[in-house]
């Protein structure tokens, strides 16, 4: 038993660490879709970590009992053969694309935090990625059981710093005026689903390796739980500062105002979150590419950081704010299915 608590622990953490992106500690990410809307936005917040707990419990449970060795496999057995092809190949382009912005992310790191040039921030990050997949699902377990309990805690430690201003609780129960309010009700869902629809890539590899279920079944639950503790400390500090919407990192003004002691921890964090990104999609990638040809990790992971990189040095965004909306929705019929899927949970010995 103890083993298993340990192993729930550590899919916990990876879980945490593949949906936690650059978007969570910059705090823009957590804007756009829930402190904006205030109060509503806190209601929000807690039907989509009720969904991280129940989907990604399912869908890792449901990918070790067929034992889908990649998302390929996991979205063949959702969709069928044909429509899962599509998705497959929309998965692939997304998550080379995903990396590639990570990579931009963390040479920005380098280059605007610590005054090194970009491409020193890019280049480590790639050797540094080298050395965790060379060790495989050992190395991923370590990295994320690393970053994301620093990531808990100070999520936490600013909330506890915003709960002791005096207008935190008129601030809590405001609701601002939102133009696009009804967005407040979907966001729940597109939020779960755009971020599990990614998540896959590196959540049903890691869930067929364990197999035991468990331990998945508790990795998802405590995962799930976490990813919402995350969310709910972010909102508490984010609706603390005035016209949130106008900051593109809007963590970083909290900081220099609220705890300017903790910026270098802040600055840790953000590469540390990036990273976790980066190691999380090349893994699945890497997995993803097994499936078609079997060479080994050396060679895959190389022509996957290749690509990344070079699609790197484009300017990515523009394609990206078109392709993220088509997305988002192939996303949420992934989401609605796996959600409809009947899942018989084995006897556990």
């Not at 205030?38 to 869908?59: H, P």
Request: contains cysteine; hydrophobic residues 55%.
């Amino acid at each position: 038993m103890k083993k298993s608590w340990n192993q729930a622990f550590q899919i916990a953490a990876v879980y945490v660490g593949t949906v936690v992106g650059a978007g969570f500690a910059t705090g823009k990410e957590i804007v756009e879709f829930f402190s904006r809307f205030g109060f509503f936005g806190f209601i929000s917040i807690l039907m989509s970590g009720y969904l991280f707990v129940v989907i990604g419990s399912k869908l890792m449970r449901i990918a070790a009992q067929i034992n889908a060795k990649s998302y390929q496999e996991f979205n063949d057995y959702l969709f069928g053969k044909w429509a899962g092809g599509i998705i497959n190949f929309f998965m692939l382009f997304m998550l080379l694309g995903v990396s590639a912005v990570m990579l931009a992310g963390a040479g920005a790191v380098f280059e605007e935090q610590l005054g090194l040039p970009k491409n020193a921030g890019v280049f480590i990050t790639i050797f540094l990625s080298y050395l965790v997949m060379l060790v495989g699902t050992k190395g991923l377990f370590a990295v994320n059981t690393f970053v994301v309990p620093l990531m808990i805690g100070f999520s936490l430690i600013l909330m506890l710093l915003s709960l002791q201003m005096p207008n935190f609780l008129e601030q809590f129960l405001y609701i601002p005026h939102a133009s696009d309010g009804w967005k407040s009700v979907i966001a729940p869902f597109s939020y779960a689903a755009l971020n599990l629809g990614l998540a896959q890539a590196v959540l049903v590899p890691i869930a067929s390796e364990v197999k035991d279920d468990w331990t998945i079944k508790w990795g998802g639950i405590l995962g799930g739980v976490a990813l919402t503790v995350i969310l709910i400390a972010s909102h508490f500090t984010l609706i603390m500062l005035p016209n949130l919407e106008l900051y593109e990192i809007p963590m970083a003004v909290i900081m220099r105002n609220l705890a300017p002691f903790f910026y270098w921890i802040f600055v840790i964090i953000i590469y540390g979150e990036i990273f976790t990104s980066v190691i999380g999609n090349v893994f699945g990638l890497d997995r993803q590419l097994k499936q078609y040809m079997p060479v080994p990790t050396l060679v895959s992971v190389t022509a996957i950081f290749t690509v990344s990189y070079l699609i790197s040095l484009v300017n990515y965004g523009t394609l990206l704010s078109y392709l993220y909306p088509l997305f988002g929705y192939i996303c949420m019929s992934f989401f609605i299915l796996l959600w409809m899927k009947p899942f018989t949970p084995p006897e556990r010995n």
